[in-house]
């Protein structure tokens, strides 16, 4: 199973709410990842996390809270966002985290922020 | 810092004829990657590259890596409707877990 999931696929939220995005992998791996894209731009790293803690921060605002409650489970935590802060959030993980591994993307969860 | 950059940025081509897509990145890469990312999909490993000049095949994709490794490359033979989407490459950046994509180039291709 090379499957990543992604919860909600889609989701609409004000600037005042707070809400959460989910990704789940079964395929043991130790490193997963947090990406944002937006339209017609490459994925941007946000956050990395191996053997559940978190490994890298790429400046991301604190409005965005990364969690990782198990080897299998990476949440995102939302609060406060802007609009410009509406995006394709991709969520990736691969063995170990090394950069020559294949990463392994889920669907996404479109975020609109109102 | 590190840019990976990729021509053309758009591409239509005729059902049939060839593709290529360039990437160079501003430093030495030790490996790099592509990925196919459809249009409303998400990004989908393709190959990976790891040897100066070395040269992949994939049924009807041609992958290349430079002898400097600063620069790679993806030629589609006799492309298809299937393989509408957008490539990109990405490579090792600043080190352990980090990965750069390029820019990106989106191929349509008209039937």
């Known amino acids: 199973d090379t499957e990543v999931t992604q919860t909600p696929k889609h989701l609409v939220m004000g600037m005042t709410n707070k809400k959460s995005l989910k990704c789940e992998q079964h395929?043991?791996?130790?490193?997963m990842y947090w990406y944002k894209q937006k339209a017609k731009k490459p994925p941007e790293l946000m956050f990395v996390?191996?053997?559940?803690?978190?490994?890298i921060n790429e400046s991301v605002p604190s409005r965005f809270s990364p969690e990782c409650p198990n080897s299998s489970l990476l949440n995102l935590h939302l609060h406060a966002l802007q609009p410009e802060d509406s995006a394709l959030y991709l969520c990736?993980?691969?063995?170990?985290?090394?950069?020559?591994?294949?990463?392994?993307f889920g669907p996404g969860t479109r975020l609109l922020v109102l | 810092g590190q840019q990976v950059m990729q021509i053309p940025q758009y591409q239509h081509v005729q059902e049939g004829e060839d593709f290529t897509t360039y990437c160079n990145s501003s430093?030495?890469?030790?490996?790099i990657q592509w990925y196919k990312q459809r249009p409303g999909g998400h990004p989908v490993f393709l190959i990976q590259?790891?040897?100066?000049?070395e040269v992949k095949k994939q049924k009807r994709l041609t992958f290349q890596f430079g002898e400097a490794k600063k620069n790679s490359s993806l030629h589609i033979t006799a492309t298809q409707t299937t393989d509408v989407g957008t490539y990109f490459c990405?490579?090792?950046?600043?080190?352990?877990?980090?990965?750069?994509f390029g820019t990106g180039t989106k191929l349509q291709v008209i039937p």
């Open positions: 990736a993980s691969s063995q170990e985290g090394e950069p020559w591994e294949t990463q392994y």
């Open positions: 590259l790891v040897k100066s000049g």
């Open positions: 430093t030495t890469l030790s490996n």
């Open positions: 990405a490579g090792p950046r600043g080190g352990y877990q980090k990965v750069t």
């Open positions: 996390y191996s053997y559940e803690k978190l490994s």
């Open positions: 395929m043991g791996h130790r490193a």
